[in-house]
């Protein structure tokens, strides 16, 4: 079946613009999983979704940094007024259930911030 | 709070010898743990993983890790690389809702 896709695959954005990203988890798939990875660094995980609720938010780096996923389905991660720091592969997970030991990788989506 | 450290950013060796990755963690509690590899323009890919029951855990390409407990260690071991393993490798842990990454290690294959 389908995976994990994610959207845009490469996104170029000039400083200060708000961006978008989408995650579409793989059909049935509960939990959703929001990662960045920086050049050299390893992942760093931002946000968790079970269906539609987020019980943990605690890696989303500031408040311009935000998510929401909808149907128990689709999932939108939003970075308002970029910054360089931001520059980044995006990557989305979903697992089965709740637990995160299934989890299931995009191929991301790579952010660069001039 | 848990930990991962991954001590080799870059691992070369020639094609045909054997490789070992390091990885160790830290936890007050006990955690599972996996390694992801990641080939060259591809997402991430569960290699192995170890969630309960014998502490050596296999892959289907030959890669093998055990989990020592007292060593607080997941090593990922081959005994013989092609040229086509050459990928990064990330050791993750969790116990929760989220998985904790290491910085990854990056094997270089030579023919």
């Known amino acids: 079946g389908a995976g994990v896709s994610q959207s845009p695959s490469n996104k170029v954005t000039e400083k200060g613009k708000d961006v978008e990203l989408r995650c579409d988890p793989i059909s049935g798939h509960t939990a959703?999983?929001?990662?960045?990875?920086?050049?050299?660094?390893?992942?760093?995980?931002?946000?968790?979704f079970q269906g539609n609720s987020a019980p943990d938010k605690s890696g989303l780096p500031s408040d311009r940094f935000?998510?929401?996923?909808?149907?128990?389905?689709?999932?939108?991660l939003t970075i308002q007024r970029t910054q360089q720091e931001d520059s980044a592969v995006y990557l989305c997970a979903s697992s089965p259930d709740g637990s995160s030991y299934e989890q299931y990788f995009g191929p991301g989506t790579r952010l660069t911030v001039t | 709070a848990q930990s991962v450290t991954q001590l080799d950013s870059q691992v070369p060796v020639f094609e045909e010898a054997p490789v070992?990755?390091?990885?160790?963690?830290?936890?007050?509690?006990?955690?599972?743990?996996?390694?992801?590899v990641q080939y060259p323009n591809q997402g991430l890919q569960l290699l192995l993983k170890y969630l309960s029951g014998s502490t050596?855990?296999?892959?289907?390409?030959?890669?093998?890790?055990?989990?020592?407990?007292?060593?607080t260690s997941f090593h990922l071991r081959k005994p013989?690389?092609?040229?086509?393993?050459?990928?990064?490798?990330?050791?993750?842990?969790?116990?929760?809702?989220?998985?904790?990454f290491g910085t990854g290690t990056r094997l270089q294959v030579f023919p």
């Open chain 1, 32 to 48: 959703l999983y929001w990662y960045r990875q920086r050049l050299g660094q390893g992942l760093e995980f931002l946000i968790y």
């Open chain 1, 66 to 76: 935000s998510a929401e996923r909808t149907g128990e389905s689709v999932s939108t």
């Open chain 2, 20 to 36: 070992e990755l390091r990885c160790n963690y830290s936890s007050s509690v006990s955690v599972y743990l996996f390694w992801y």
């Open chain 2, 56 to 71: 050596l855990v296999e892959s289907i390409n030959g890669f093998e890790a055990e989990f020592n407990k007292s060593q």
């Open chain 2, 80 to 100: 013989s690389v092609h040229i086509s393993d050459t990928a990064e490798y990330f050791c993750a842990v969790t116990n929760t809702d989220k998985l904790i």
